[in-house]
C-alpha cells in the first residue's frame, strides 16, 4: 500500500465537522476508493473552547499557518468561507506547494483567475466539487463525463434555502418573512441570510458552473441577479393559477458567440421536473450536444453531502486524478474569450406581468395600449377582485406576454408605472416554456 495522505483542514464548522466524521469514522473506505490511507493531521479553528461533535480537541490548531507550512500535510482543505482570509490560506497554501480543495464558491466566483494562475504557477491542483450543488457531482459530470459535448444550457435551483422558502410560500399561502424565519428556524438559512435570498449565492455558484460549462470568467458583478426577497405570495397564487410555478433559477445557454447569464425567479410549467423539486433540494437541468437533457437532483448542502463532494476531491488528489485532469481543463485561464456576455437587456423572454390599478374602467386599455407602443403583444390577460388590503379599491391585472427583448419589456414596465391609476411598482418575472 502507499504511503497515507496526510491532510490539513482549514474550518471545523458545519463542512469541517461533516469531513472529519467521515474520514475518522470511514478509515477502511478510504484506503478502498484511494489504495491509501487519508490521514486527518489538524483542523483549524478560530475559537478552540466551541464543542465539536466529531472533531477530537487533538486535532484543534488555531494557527492557520501552522498546518500550510507543515511539510507533512500535502493537501490543505479550505472550509473558512468568505474572500478575504481564506483567499489568502489559498495563495498561501498553494506558494506553499500544497494541493488545495475548497468549497467556496465566493471565492472562485470572485477570485478564479487569480487562484488558478496561482495553482498553475505552483504545479499544484485545486479540487472544488464541493462548491456548487453541495452532494450533486456536478463539477465533475460537466468536466469528465460530459466531456465528449459542448453544453449548451445549465439552468438549475442552485439554492436551497430559496427553493425551501418558495415551496411553503406557494403551498401554505404565507409571506416571505414568516417562511424566511421557519427556515431559519429549522436551520436551512443563515441568520444573516442576505446572499442566499438576494440570488448571490446562487450567482457565485453560476459563474463557476459558466466556467466549467461554457469556458467563461465571467466577472461576478456582470451576472444580473434577482432574489426572492421581494416576492409576495400574490403572484405565486396567480402564477399556480396560470399552471405555473416560481423557482428562483439559475440560468446559462449559448447562442451563437454568446452566452447569457442571470440569477432570477422564473414562472415554470408545474409539469417541469425543476418546478416539482421542492423544499432544501438542489437540482440542476444540463443540455450537452451529444447527451441531449439530464437532470440531476440532491441535497445541495449540509454536513454529510458537502462533505461527500470535498472527500471525492482527496481520493481524487490521493489516487493522481486530480493533477492530471488539473494540468489538462484550463479553467479560469486567461484565454481569450469565446463567447461575450448576452447584455441582459437582449435576452428574449415571455413575461408575467402583475400591475395593480385602481378599479376605473379603461385601465386595461391603458396597460395593453402601453404594452403595444413597445411592440410587446399580450397573449392572456386575467383581472381579478379587488384586494382587501387596498380597501377594496384596487385590482391586480395579470398578464402573461408573447416573447419580448428585456430592454423593450423593461421600458413598457416604466411607463406602465408612470400611468395614472396604476399603483407602482408593476412586478413582473420571466416565464419558461
Ligand atoms: N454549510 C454548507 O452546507 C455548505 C455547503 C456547500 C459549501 N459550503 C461552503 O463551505 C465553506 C464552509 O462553510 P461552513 O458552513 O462549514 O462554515 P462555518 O460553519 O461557518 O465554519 C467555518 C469554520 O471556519 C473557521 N473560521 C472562520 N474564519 C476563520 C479564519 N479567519 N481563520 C481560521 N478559521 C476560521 C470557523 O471557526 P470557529 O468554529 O471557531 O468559528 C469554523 O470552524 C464555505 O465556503 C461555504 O460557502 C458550505
Known sequence: MQEPLNVGLLGGGTVGNGVAKILLEHPERMILRAGRPIVLQKVVVRDPSKPRSHIPASLIETNPYRVIEDPNIPVI????????????????????????????????????VEIFEAARKANRAIGFEASVCGGIPIINLLSQCLSANQITAIQGILNGTCNFILTTMSEEGRPYAEMLARAQELGYAEANPTLDVDGSDAAHKLAVLAQIAFGVSVPFHEIERVGIDTLHPMDLRFAYELGYTIKLLAEGWLDGNEVAL?????????????????????????IGDAVGEMMFQGAGA????????????????????AQKTFAVNKFWSATPKKYQLRPSNKVRSRFYLRVLVRDE?????????????????????????????HQGQVVPLVIMTHYAETGQFRHALSKINELPGVVPPGVSYSVDD
Open 77 to 112: 482543505v479550505e472550509l473558512v468561507g468568505g474572500t478575504t482570509d481564506a483567499k489568502n490560506y489559498v495563495l498561501a497554501a498553494l506558494a506553499a506547494g500544497k494541493h488545495v480543495v475548497t468549497a467556496n464558491k465566493a471565492l472562485l466566483a470572485e477570485h478564479g
Open 361 to 389: 374602467p379603461g385601465m386595461l386599455a391603458d396597460v395593453a395600449r402601453t404594452l403595444a407602443n413597445d411592440r410587446i403583444s399580450i397573449a392572456s390577460i386575467i383581472q381579478h377582485e379587488a384586494l382587501e388590503e
Open 262 to 286: 442571470h440569477v432570477a425567479p422564473v414562472l415554470l410549467r408545474k409539469t417541469d421536473m425543476l418546478a416539482q423539486v421542492r423544499g432544501v433540494y438542489n437540482a440542476i437541468q444540463v
Open 302 to 321: 449540509g454536513a454529510l453531502p458537502t462533505a461527500s463532494a470535498v472527500i471525492s476531491d482527496i481520493v481524487d488528489l490521493a489516487v493522481g486524478r
